[in-house]
């Protein structure tokens, strides 16, 4: 059955660092990329291609209008998510996206605005324009699919198609409008890659995110992504065929113990949004899984390793 175009695909509200964050999924035309292998996100927006401009504003008014006003009043991050680019017009059309900016003017403890994309629909205009909208004291933070850090991997094994290139011309784009970046990092991403170098291989991708983030003086974010096996994505029949074990939650510590040493805000995604086969999740040998997923999800919003380590019963001596 095809959706309603005039409803969000999602929207919700949570704790984050600095304060509550509302979330809009918007249902839009699908990611018109649509070859990472790992993907399964534009199924979710199946029939896409009749949802207009107005549609998506109706959609932005129908979040605003289910959200209490007493929790809008308490909103401090928006983040804005489609089944596709956030700044890919065609999907986004730039109008719909200013009517929805314009709407969290009103919002008065706003202070960060969070867009999702792929690093080749970013333009400097469109950002100049989002700058202007959201005026000072509202951050803009971009986020994109980094993935993975080894380029055979990311782009010809995951079909990711992102260049060292294209992250240069990005940061370059981010740092003229002081806007922050947000990498998407996936932990343990292929059956090729044995626990210990899945975590070497995303280390190496904070080390190359927080050097891009030192050079061009861009804060840098990290959402950490442990892979888990998606239903009716490119990869899973190969990664089932090849008994592909997700990553250890132990690893999952591992990074996070690593991006603090680093200094990099890292925030783990421990949700499969329903989308992974059975089993298809994090492994927890050794570990209570109910109380290291607390504790992440509470690492998520204070950011403070040795409570991370406490409250997790894992010290990660990395
Ligand atoms: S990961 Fe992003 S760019 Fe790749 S197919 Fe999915 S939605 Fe498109």
Sequence with gaps: MLRDPARPLFHWNVDCTIGRELVFALYTLPCRYGRCAFCSLPSMSEGGERVTARDIERQVDFVLAETPAAELQRVAKVSIYTAASTLDQVCLPTRSLMYLLLKLSDLPLLRRVS?????????DWELKAIGAVLGEGVELEVGIGYETH????????LGKGLSVKTLHRLMVKLQANKASLKAYLMLKPHHSLSEEQGISEAIDGLDELGGLGA??????SIHLNPT??????????????????????????????AAAARSLPIYVGLDDEGMAVSGGTFQDTG???VRCVAALTAYNRHQDLQRLFDESGYTSVR
């Design 115 to 123: 867009l999702e994309t792929r690093p080749e629909y970013v333009e």
């Design 150 to 157: 080894d380029e055979h991997l990311r782009n010809k094994v």
């Design 215 to 220: 050079e061009y003086e861009v804060p840098v």
């Design 228 to 257: 888990y096996i998606a239903e009716g994505c490119a990869l899973t029949s190969e990664l089932l065929a090849n008994a592909y074990q997700p990553p250890e939650l132990t690893s999952i510590i591992d990074v996070v113990a």
């Design 287 to 289: 570990v209570d899984r």
